[in-house]
């Protein structure tokens, strides 16, 4: 199979790429760099250094293929607040030109990495694909947007799709020329930051007041390796005509302070944190149901919190 991956110049994207050819796939990767890095690219793809704005280098970049692994958008909460305009451009825009590139070029397979932030405020734990979709950020609600097009696009003209929603992503994938790792600028992730703590600059903990067994927030983690497993599995499982909604996770959550002791454990020595307030609008717990994936994609988490912490780690070093 010929793959087209978005983004594929990312971290998450990148590793998606990566185990397609090491798994005998031929791989395009469409990237502006804008917010990935050209050296995260495998050599073994063909690398289209282009934004998903460009009609025209979209239709190129899917020369040839059979299916499109959808990775590239603007993924930061914070900045989707005060900058909604290049949300809805990149992410709705970018999409609208690619599904018509794809339908153009008859390519009938299409998986979308969306998020559990279409989700909003759940108002039940865990979170099920039925619950109601309300995002509270123009970044959850732009990824709602697109998998509302994704399904007038299966209806209207058999695209075969499926959607991935999930929180965080965590972990690192050990590729053929070494470590595949988050790189963020700035880092807004809780694993990373927990493990580059330091006493001059210690983690700060939102609240330990919390309703949860240890009083920090409850937070679902999935390990990049079986979350690309799950992308690559949707390929072979997305059906003509059919849009399908899948939530992936860890199947139970982690707390802070759970996060915490993992990577105390990883580095043999204590993480500095201190205290803080709770901030406005934090859940306790935000954890999702992932029986549909095991189900539709015979998908299961393999790698546990440690495993996460400990690659993340070992891609630092």
């Given amino acids: 199979m010929k793959v087209l991956v978005t983004g594929g110049a990312g971290y998450v994207g990148g590793t998606a790429a990566a185990m397609l050819l090491d798994q005998g796939h031929e791989v395009n990767i469409l990237d502006d760099c804008s917010t990935g890095y050209a050296d995260t690219v495998d050599p073994r793809a063909t690398f289209f250094k282009e934004s998903l704005l460009d009609a025209n280098a979209v239709a190129t970049s899917l020369s040839g293929c059979d299916a499109v692994l959808h990775f590239g958008a603007k993924s930061l909460v914070g900045e989707s607040v005060v900058k909604p305009d290049i949300y809805w451009e990149t992410n709705v825009s970018g999409t609208r030109i690619l599904l018509d590139?794809?339908?153009?070029?008859?390519?009938?397979?299409?998986?979308?990495?969306?998020?559990?932030?279409?989700?909003?405020?759940p108002k039940e734990i865990p979170i099920a694909e039925s619950a109601v979709t309300d995002p509270t950020n123009p970044y959850g609600a732009s990824k709602l947007a697109v998998d509302y097009m994704i399904s007038a696009q299966a209806k209207a003209y058999g695209l075969a799709a499926i959607s991935l929603r999930y929180f965080n992503v965590a972990g690192a994938f050990k590729s053929q020329r070494g470590w595949l790792a988050e790189r963020h600028n700035p880092e807004t992730h809780l694993i990373p930051n927990v493990?580059?703590?330091?006493?001059?600059?210690?983690?700060?903990?939102?609240?330990e007041d919390w309703p949860t067994k240890d009083g920090t927030c409850v937070r679902d983690y999935v390990h990049v390796v079986d979350l690309i497993g799950a992308h690559?599995?949707?390929?072979?499982?997305?059906?003509?005509?059919?849009?399908?909604?899948?939530?992936l996770g860890s199947g139970g959550g982690y707390t802070v302070k759970e996060v915490i002791a993992a990577a105390e454990s990883a580095l043999g020595r204590p993480v500095p944190y201190e205290m803080a307030p709770r901030r406005a609008g934090?859940?306790?717990?935000?954890i999702a149901d992932i029986t549909k994936a095991g189900k539709l994609l015979s998908w299961k988490p393999e790698r546990d919190l440690q495993s996460m912490v400990g690659d993340a780690l070992a891609s630092f070093q």
């Fill in 195 to 207: 493990l580059r703590a330091t006493a001059a600059n210690p983690l700060k903990v939102f609240g």
């Fill in 232 to 247: 690559i599995s949707a390929l072979s499982a997305a059906i003509a005509g059919s849009h399908e909604i899948i939530n």
């Fill in 101 to 121: 590139a794809m339908r153009a070029a008859a390519i009938p397979t299409l998986v979308f990495s969306s998020t559990a932030a279409t989700y909003g405020e």
């Fill in 282 to 286: 934090d859940p306790a717990v935000l």
